[in-house]
């Protein structure tokens, strides 16, 4: 079976410019995750859903930062304008059950860079 | 006070040797502890899982935790170079996700 897949791997792009971080979670899980890791911070939970609903976002940098999860299959975490303060790895995982007892299921991350 | 303390390391260690990775937490509401395990440029995967206090073991991996202490471990016997990796202490308090520490980098030399 495929893992969680994201796209893009790599992003790099100028300051004041939209991105958009894109995941695939594995068929069947209930709950995804977002995830920003950096040398400072380590990983960070930015927002989780549970069948498509946004259950916490209080992990969310700030009002620049929106996460989406349109369908069972996909979603979308956008930081518009982005800074260079924003460079991370973002990381998307999902899990049959919730994170709490279960299993998260990583995918490998997309790494951006904000010049 | 960080909720989650975990040295970044490095540690090198020569190749057969036992490693000892730690953690330790702030906050007694913590009931559940994992380690993930974390490739170079890879997302982390689940190594370990542990509920109560005391031992854990699967194969060279052993999962030690002490709630009285707020102090959790993780042993590796007869390390690999293959075991080079960051080991991240995770850990969940009620219905909360999952609070990481940082990692340490483990370097097992040949």
């Known amino acids: 079976d495929a893992g969680v897949i994201q796209s893009p791997r790599h992003e790099v792009t100028e300051m004041g410019q939209e991105v958009t971080l894109r995941c695939k979670p594995i068929s069947g899980h209930d709950y995804l995750f977002w995830y920003r890791q950096t040398m400072m911070r380590g990983l960070e939970l930015l927002i989780y859903f549970n069948n498509n609903v946004p259950i916490d976002d209080s992990g969310m940098p700030e009002d620049r930062f929106s996460a989406k999860m349109p369908n069972a299959s996909f979603s979308t975490l956008k930081i518009q304008p982005s800074e260079p303060r924003d460079s991370a790895v973002y990381f998307c995982a999902s899990s049959p059950t919730s994170g709490r007892t279960s299993k998260l299921f990583f995918g490998e991350g997309s790494r951006l860079t904000v010049l | 006070q960080k909720e989650v303390e975990q040295d970044p390391g490095p540690l090198s260690v020569p190749e057969g040797a036992i490693v000892s990775l730690n953690c330790t937490y702030s906050n007694s509401a913590f009931q559940y502890f994992m380690w993930y395990r974390q490739y170079s440029r890879k997302g982390p995967e689940l190594l370990m899982y542990?509920?109560?206090?005391g031992n854990k073991e699967d194969g060279r991996f052993t999962a030690q935790v002490d709630k009285s202490s707020k102090y959790i471990s993780l042993f590796i016997r007869d390390s690999q170079p293959s075991d080079s990796a960051t080991y991240l202490c995770?850990?969940?308090?009620?219905?909360?996700?999952?609070?990481f520490g940082k990692g340490t980098h483990l370097i097992i030399q040949p």
């Open positions: 542990t509920y109560s206090s």
């Open positions: 995770a850990m969940i308090r009620g219905a909360d996700g999952l609070t």
